[in-house]
């Protein structure tokens, strides 16, 4: 059975419906919301702000084969032929979203409310409380997509896998009010705020008092974990996402006066704590408090008070409150917090064959678990789900288009787009424009009387260039000129007017007269960017199917594991002399197992493995290593970047030397009078990048109260920076403290210092919940140890692959170094296609983290790996090089940033490879002979835009 049925709506969710999707797999997602995004907790308002809800719905939109069933639950399942009937209960949808072309007829009712989304991806609803004869609304959708009368139906999907992940529930509104909220109107929440910038981005009038208007001048955020009772730690990273949104705010007034309440710093990487310290350095500043006290917008803590003008609250969430019904259903247990529980070694698996919980309901509490739970569960369903139902289909050779002097361009034209504007005005303005041979209207352009007029004009023998004024790209742009390309026209030679999205639109309330020229001026442009254009097809790449995982860590280990298990041959180079890098015993024990599965499956190990060079590029990457005395070279299609760890003592305690400082794995248990002090340094110690890898902190947290139970007379101690505790170690932290354990936090400039007295070791820290410097005396001091990327490895692996690296080692991704904010779709992809990141390579984790990172990067080598083919990474702009006036200067050569081009040696022309041209246009600006070509937006149609323009 090669479907996956998906229950939730949680970016890990969502994730792994794409990635399932991408394999082939038909997918359907049980959500118990009326559309995507009624509910706090859905994807609204994660970072970067709504991009990660608008990227995943519109990747879900384009898949036909991933199916949304709104006003859904699950009420029960068996098992059926190896697999699962999983019986569904829905009511029919107001609006069919495969139908619907957003174009506001049904609002004219009055009966329909429509919630705006960024980047279109609306979402229409009936006001059920409006309608008392459903036959109103018969008629009122010209595409058929309204449904007047909604059944409640039952459905039951054979499926191979099945996937839980209900998102967290929000807190209640009503609990918030011993913050202030619902009591003083100028008390609101950062998900408010959130709404007020969305889709626009921060506008100075977006942020200001509910009460009366003005733009405050002194705020303060409360986070409200741990406070007023409530655990610690629970919620999805509340102390980042208001973090960030400060951020937005300072970026509107530089002068406002920002003040965080926080029980802890809830960080955990190495992201975060720039942002944190961003944050500092534009003023915010941090205070860390006990609990506090709120009296409409006066907050009084430690004795002290102050009056603000505003109070944002970021809240706690709670455990998916759906997660005990699924439990029921499924016969799956819950922990003590109720939370879903997996295995140990496989975090997301459950005891249920082919039945897996991630994200949320897991207690899985940060963007990037969640985005790699999406991934690592996709990995494992797949194997649960046989052969694609879903194979691609084969393209029509291209049409003969013949080339001109002056390009004959037929302009399509989509009424629906110009909502109220003169039809036969925009038809009159545009036959006027040079190269256009006609202008042909459609009712709705993505609809079937519309595909038809498409398929005429692309094969009337007379048309050389299709402008498709409409809406945008992502609503029905890329599906129209796919459709198109299906007819056998070039994509090359056809471009979106987004005369909606950029013209319409945006321009509502102007001047009728206006929004018509802007309308033109979108029109003209797109016609002058494809008049002279090259008609090709995309170029398409073989890719080697093998694979070499570079590290030593535990997730090197595993990813080599996965990827080998979808019949991928995988090298596995080892560049560390040292065996064992973990700290937790349970870590070690799963390593054990791993490398037992490595020699099992006949993975060749290099170990240690020198790289000398890398070279080539996706599918075709040649990878020359030494090892064991030997130089090999090896080719492969993909690399998955493990990293290689090292142990060591924290900075602050490398010259320290004192009988009573043991290290974490090897302490007996010994105490003194003066009690035992766990030492964990974070993300930054004293002035250093010391890097907690975090691994074994549930380990650390068990010994602590173990020891404490057990000595009831003696001090236990932890020392932390940032809160050691995330999501499920929150019980763990709780029974510590309930057993005598004293959590001390200490600021990290100045960090905490270490010196020999007498018989004990005494520790001077400062308080910042107070400011005082402090001290304690402990006789046994037992420091975590510090696990960082091996500097030197991660420099070589840099240097050969172009790619930036932080002070301690680890790699950059994405586009900015505050990568679990920035993160989207792919959280292991560096945006080279091919190179992927896990493990100490990429940040600090836990246990569970690392291998669930390992086996998401395992899933995105694999997908590349799994191809036959692959098309250049930039779509269809890429450049070509005319050899009849290429000289071989090598100019072109050394302006591409891409490595796309080279001297051919032994025809003494500059040739492309296609598959790496990102169509920069750089080639083309530095050849002296006008022989470096883009076939689509080259230097010709540049200049011919900018006339245009001017």
């Known amino acids: 059975m090669g479907t996956a049925v998906i229950y939730g709506t949680s970016v890990a969710a969502l994730r792994a419906a794409a990635n399932i999707g991408k394999l082939g797999h038909r997918v359907y997602i049980i959500n118990e919301g009326r559309y995507l995004g009624d509910r706090p907790s859905q994807l609204l308002y994660r970072k970067p702000r709504t991009i990660c809800n608008t990227c995943l719905r519109f990747v879900l939109r384009r898949m036909p084969h991933v199916e949304i069933i709104h006003n859904a639950s699950i009420t029960g399942y068996e098992k059926k032929n190896g697999g699962f009937r999983v019986k569904v209960h829905y009511r029919e949808s107001d609006v069919n979203e495969r139908k619907c072309i957003e174009c506001d007829r049904c609002l004219e009712t009055g009966l329909i409310r429509a919630y705006r989304r960024p980047m279109g991806g609306n979402a229409y609803l009936v006001d059920w409380d409006k309608v008392s004869d459903p036959s109103a609304l018969e008629g009122a959708c010209p595409t058929g997509a309204l449904n007047p009368r909604p059944a409640e139906k039952d459905l039951e999907i054979d499926a191979g896998a099945v996937l839980l992940s209900p998102d967290c529930t929000p807190e209640d509104d009503a609990a ?212 694609p139902e879903v194979k691609g289909q084969s393209l029509p050779p291209l049409l003969d288009i013949k080339e001109v002097d002056e390009p004959r361009t037929t302009v399509h034209l989509c009424k629906c787009a110009l909502g109220d504007l003169d039809v036969d005005e925009v038809v009159r303005r545009i036959g006027e424009i040079d190269t256009v041979r006609s202008v042909k209207v459609s009712e709705f352009l993505c609809l079937e009387e519309g595909l038809k007029g498409l398929r005429e004009t692309a094969t009337d023998g007379e048309t050389s260039r299709i402008v498709l004024a409409a809406c945008s790209p992502w609503e029905r742009g890329l599906f129209l000129q796919n459709k198109l390309r299906s007819f056998g026209f070039p994509i090359s030679l056809t471009d979106i007017a987004e005369v909606r999205d950029m013209g319409v639109f945006p321009h509502a309330g102007e001047p009728a007269e206006a929004v018509v020229e802007k309308v033109i001026d979108l029109v003209k442009l797109s016609i002058e960017k494809i008049k002279f254009s090259l008609p090709y097809d995309q170029p398409l790449e073989g890719i080697v199917r093998r694979a070499v995982v570079i590290g030593n860590c535990i997730a090197a280990y595993k990813a080599a594991l996965e990827i080998t ?70 080719e492969v299609g993909a690399i998955v970047i493990a990293g290689a760890g090292r142990k060591e003592l924290p900075s602050e305690l490398k010259e320290l030397s004192h009988p009573g400082m043991v290290s974490f794995e090897r302490y007996d248990g010994r105490t003194g009078e003066k009690g035992v002090t766990f030492f964990l340094p974070g993300v930054l110690s004293a002035g250093s990048r010391s890097t907690f890898t975090r691994e074994g902190i549930g380990e650390v947290l068990r010994r602590a109260t173990e020891l404490k139970e057990s000595n009831r007379e003696i001090p236990v101690r932890v020392l932390y920076l940032d809160t050691p505790v995330f999501g499920k170690y929150a019980d763990l932290e709780a029974r510590a403290r309930k057993a005598g354990v004293e959590f001390i936090p200490y600021w990290h400039e100045p960090g905490p210092s270490f010196a020999v007295d007498g018989e004990t070791i005494k520790i001077s820290y400062y308080d910042d919940r107070t400011g005082e410097k402090k001290e304690l005396v402990t006789s046994i001091l037992v420091p975590y140890p510090v696990i960082r990327p091996d500097i030197s490895v991660s420099k070589r692996l ?139 937006m080259n230097a010709k149609s540049l200049l011919s835009v900018v006339d245009k323009i001017t």
């Open 176 to 387: 918030l009010a011993d913050f202030g909220y619902g009591k003083a109107p100028d008390v609101v929440k950062v998900t408010e705020i959130e709404r007020w910038f969305s889709g626009t981005g921060p506008e100075l009038e977006a942020f200001v008092r509910p009460s009366d208007g003005r733009v405050p001048d002194k705020v303060a955020y409360i986070v409200t974990p741990g406070l007023k009772g409530r655990d610690l730690s629970v919620g999805f990273e509340p102390f980042v996402n208001a973090l960030e949104n400060a951020l937005s705010v300072k970026r509107l007034k530089e002068d406002i006066e920002i003040t965080f309440f926080v029980r802890d710093l809830l960080l955990y990487g190495k992201g975060q704590w720039e942002l944190l310290k961003k944050g500092l350095s534009k003023g915010i500043k941090i205070k860390r408090v006990d609990d506090i006290d709120v009296q409409g917008l006066e907050i009084s803590w430690d004795g002290k008070s102050s009056e603000f003008d505003m109070i944002v609250l970021s809240p706690s969430s709670r455990p998916p409150e759906r997660n005990r019904r699924v439990s029921e259903i499924f016969g799956l247990q819950l922990d003590e917090r109720g939370y879903l529980v997996t295995k140990e070694d496989e975090p997301i698996e459950t005891e249920i064959p082919g039945i897996f919980v991630l994200g949320e309901a897991a207690g899985h509490l940060t963007y990037i678990e969640s985005l790699n739970d999406g991934a690592a569960a996709a990995l494992r369903a797949s194997r649960f789900l046989g052969e």
């Open 565 to 634: 298990e979808r019949g991928i041959e995988v090298l596995l180079l080892d560049p560390s002399e040292e065996d064992e890098v973990l700290a937790s015993s349970s870590g070690k024990e799963l390593l054990k197992a791993f490398k037992k599965g490595i020699g099992e499956k006949g993975i060749k190990v290099y170990k240690p493995a020198e790289i000398i060079s890398v070279d080539g590029f996706v599918g075709h990457y040649r990878v020359s290593f030494r090892a064991d005395g030997e130089d090999h070279d090896v």
């Open 798 to 936: 840099s240097e050969l692959l172009g790619l930036e690296i932080d002070d301690d080692g680890f790699f950059y991704y994405r586009e900015d170094p505050y990568e679990e904010i920035n993160a989207k779709l792919a959280p292991n992809d560096l945006g080279t296609n091919g190179i992927f990141l896990t493990g100490f390579a990429k940040a600090q984790k836990d246990l569970e983290g690392l291998i669930v990172d390992s086996e998401a990067s395992a899933f995105e080598a694999s997908v590349v790996l799994s191809k036959e083919k692959q098309p250049p990474q930039s779509g269809w702009v890429v450049s070509y090089t005319d050899f009849r006036k290429c000289a071989g200067c090598g100019f072109c050569v050394d302006a591409c940033t891409y490595d796309a081009r080279f001297i051919d040696p032994e025809r003494k022309v500059a040739v492309v490879r296609e598959i790496l041209c990102q169509g920069c246009g750089a080639c083309e600006a530095a050849c002296p002979s006008g022989a470096a070509k883009l076939r689509v």
